[in-house]
């Protein structure tokens, strides 16, 4: 049976206090195991366009069997994708997934619960738990607080080759963590990195990060547990890249700095 949605646009549930938002804003975060199985198949009760950005992206009240509110996460499906030139079509979901597997493979929780969803309002795409942002908590406020969160986010787009760390893609949730999201510009083949975090050019990678790569790399039965995972989603040349770039880094142990030029800055970097 095909399931109806309701489509609520952002501003006007806003303005409107719609009683259905108001209701999810209050909701408690549910356990991991929970809000994964919510994430991958629980009901979408009602939806929202987010009014930004490039590719269609929703934001979605998911619901239990009874039909009761228990979470709210971020919806991007293939069909709401822009096209690109360096990127092939129909992948960045994709890219969103394998990005959340290769944080949790180094043990870094810093990418919002995601998942891949087969069903929605416009068919797959990845979802992602929605976290809750402080007012005006992002990058360009972080800088000098949370340094030791930046650098290891400034390593994890080094090696997951992130061509898209704007200022508002990394941010602090009202839990007091540091989160990054939008992954979608990530694993391409050739070299794309380009982001915000120029902050530690030059420096050391401090040690900590460097045995975490080190150790899930020298781990043979680990590295194979990656490349199955992402093997349904990344080209085959992409997932050899990743590691070749986490074997260079492991070589160099310094941060790069910028090549020169605005490539090394993403598009409307705010």
Known sequence: MQRRYRIRRMQTAAQSGDPL?????????????????????????????VPWGSNYTFLVALADDEGELRATGIYKPRQGE???WDFPDGTLYRREYAAFLLSRWLGWDF??????????????GSIQAYVEAENDAHYYNLRDSHAPELRRMALFDLIANNADRKGG?????VDGKVYGIDHGLTFNVQPKLRTVIWDFAG?????????????????????SGLRAQLAPL???????????????????RVFPGPSGGYHNVPWGFV
Do not use: M, S
């Open 111 to 124: 990418i919002p619960q995601t998942a891949i969803r087969q069903e929605g309002p416009y068919g797959v």
């Open 82 to 84: 822009a096209p690109l």
């Open 21 to 49: 938002w108001t209701q999810i804003g209050k909701l408690d975060p549910p356990p991991d195991g929970e809000r994964l199985r919510l994430l991958e198949c629980g009901e979408i009760a009602a939806y929202e366009l």
């Open 169 to 173: 893609h990394l941010f602090k949730g």
């Open 234 to 252: 990344l080209d085959r040349r992409e997932i050899d890249r990743l590691f070749l770039r986490v074997g260079r880094v492991l070589a160099a």
């Open 203 to 223: 420096e050391p990678i401090p040690e900590p990060l460097l045995h975490d790569l080190e150790t899930r790399l020298a781990d043979d039965v680990a590295a």
